[in-house]
């Protein structure tokens, strides 16, 4: 298909190979026949940047391409799939997010996926949605102060300060951004509030004390999808 031009590739896509088989969207069908050793199809017909195929079609019974995908159990490896999707542009629909819970069984991990998932559906570039995956723990720290409510992590909901801990523990690189999420977004009173026996306090200061370097691989990013405290790379 790259030595194709542009007439030669409207004349595939407009091919019976890609037209509905019996009603059924093309791609709804190879995802409800496909075997084991199909994924590299699979894989194939979401990435290609030459094929003209709508991913957000219905099937002819209205079910998602999720949907489809999850009826057949020879698929193995959805999640992959499904943020392979999601990378070209699929949308997660209201009962794509039931299907998930069944895929996703663990509700941490479910609820974290679910978050990465629609934030994924407010970005427009497969590089920035990369990133968002790559960074999801990261993201899952800003969401939870964003939220007032901790989510993607095995702590209870009021656990504020041992998740701090681990936050300035574990994203010290990233340690910059996180502060002034939790100050913008007012949890970082209520770990004043609460770090009684002051481990924050010389966790904040053990932090200040080194000055460790911080990154800004994530920083576009994050000025995306919070703009409210956007940054640029001379802060840091």
């Not at 059924?24 to 199909?38: D, L, M, Y």
């Not at 999640?79 to 542009?89: A, D, N, P, Y």
């Not at 968002?132 to 899952?140: R, T």
């Amino acid at each position: 298909m790259e030595a194709l031009d542009e007439f030669e590739l409207s004349v595939l896509n407009d091919s019976d190979a890609f037209k509905p088989k019996d009603g059924q969207p093309r791609i709804h069908h190879w995802f409800s026949i496909a075997k084991k050793g199909h994924m590299g199809f699979l894989e194939h017909m979401i990435d290609s940047a030459y094929l003209e195929i709508d991913l957000n079609e219905k099937s002819k019974d209205n079910a998602t391409l999720l949907g489809t995908m999850f009826r057949n159990k020879a698929i193995e490896h959805k999640m992959w799939l499904l943020r392979k999707l999601i990378r070209k542009g699929y949308t997660l629909k209201k009962e794509d997010e039931t299907i998930l819970a069944q895929i996703e069984t663990d509700p941490v991990e479910y609820e974290s996926t679910l978050i990465i998932f629609r934030l994924a559906n407010e970005l427009n570039s497969s590089y920035m949605i990369d990133e968002l995956f790559e960074h999801k723990p990261l993201i899952c720290i800003i969401e939870s102060a964003k939220r007032d409510e901790i989510i993607g992590y095995r702590y209870q909901k009021n656990q504020w300060i041992a998740f701090a801990n681990n936050a300035i523990h574990s994203y010290t690189d990233y340690w910059s951004y996180i502060e002034k999420a939790f100050k913008n977004y007012g949890i970082w009173e209520k770990l004043m509030l609460l770090d009684k026996k002051k481990t924050f306090h010389k966790k904040l200061a053990k932090f200040h004390a080194t000055n460790p370097k911080q990154k800004v691989d994530c920083i576009p990013l994050l000025n995306v999808l919070y703009p409210e405290l956007k940054k640029e790379e001379s802060e840091w």
